[in-house]
Nanobody, 124 residues
Framework: QVQLGESGGGLVQAGGSLRLSCTAS????????MGWFRQALGKEREFVAA???????TESAAVKGRFTISRDNAKNIVYLQMNSLKPEDTAVYYC??????????????????WGQGTQVIVSS
């Protein structure tokens, strides 16, 4: 069982940066794939980035080159560094976790554990 708690959201101007953090509880954190989804108002939830237990990562085309996902297994934390933010990045960002392999999760997009979300607002 993994419980997730996000922090770091807020209001930022376009072109700025934010770093989201997700703290996980549970002894199995290091064995789980960790990731981020987001959902903008009136839109479907979309995949942002994910990272395997060994540090292999993948990002969506919308954020590639601007967002970086990383993890610290010793601290049970996963980060999402967001640079060059755009108004279209405005959304609630959710931390996710799942014990299945990253290559499976890339295909299914289904994660077992979800955090409550943190709001990111990018002003133009």
């Amino acid at each position: 069982q993994v419980q997730l708690g996000e922090s770091g959201g807020g209001l930022v101007q376009a072109g700025g940066s934010l770093r989201l953090s997700c703290t996980a509880s549970g002894r199995s954190f290091s064995s789980h794939v960790m990731g981020w989804f987001r959902q903008a108002l009136g839109k479907e939830r979309e995949f942002v980035a994910a990272i395997s237990r060994w540090g292999n990562s993948t990002e969506s085309a919308a954020v590639k080159g601007r967002f970086t996902i990383s993890r610290d297994n010793a601290k049970n934390i996963v980060y999402l560094q967001m640079n060059s933010l755009k108004p279209e990045d405005t959304a609630v960002y959710y931390c996710v976790a799942d014990p299945r392999p990253l290559n499976i999760l890339i295909k299914t997009g289904k994660y077992d554990y979800w955090g409550q979300g943190t709001q990111v607002i990018v002003s133009s």
